[in-house]
Structures are given as C-alpha cells and as structure tokens.
C-alpha cells in the first residue's frame, strides 16, 4: 500500500470586514505574507485586512489566532 502525502496544503481565509479593526496582527503573523491592508475601509472607518496572496496559503490559522475580533476564518483544503 502506498503512502498519501499531500504536498502542497492548501487554505483559505475569510475575514469579515465588518468585525476587523485594521489593527494588523494578522498580517503581522502570516508567516506566507498571505494577507496585507486594504486601502477599502469599513461601514466604521477602519483599513481592513486583505487576503492578498491565497495561492501562498497554507492553513496554518496562526492569523485567526491573532485577531482580537475574531474577524477571520481558515478552511484548510
């Protein structure tokens, strides 16, 4: 029987736009660099977070884990 490695994990991230507060802690913890700023602000004011680069991905939540808000989602493919 052979072995099933999958070499390149994928993920996703969702971020709510409406709970974000522009603080940066995600971006600042995405070890890919998967997310940056948007220059697009909120119905509150704030520069939200932006899942810039999804092809880089992996899953790992580390940003999810960093949100004080709890504006953002990870799915791992």
Sequence with gaps: MGKTTK?????K???DIELCKGCKYCAMACPKGCISMSRDFN????FVA????PEKCTGCA???Q?????????WKE
């Design 7 to 11: 070499k390149n994990a994928k993920g």
């Design 62 to 64: 580390v940003c999810a």
């Design 50 to 53: 932006h899942f810039e680069h």
């Design 13 to 15: 991230i969702v971020i």
């Design 66 to 74: 960093m949100c004080p808000e709890i504006a953002i989602e990870v």
């Design 43 to 46: 119905s509150m004011g704030y």
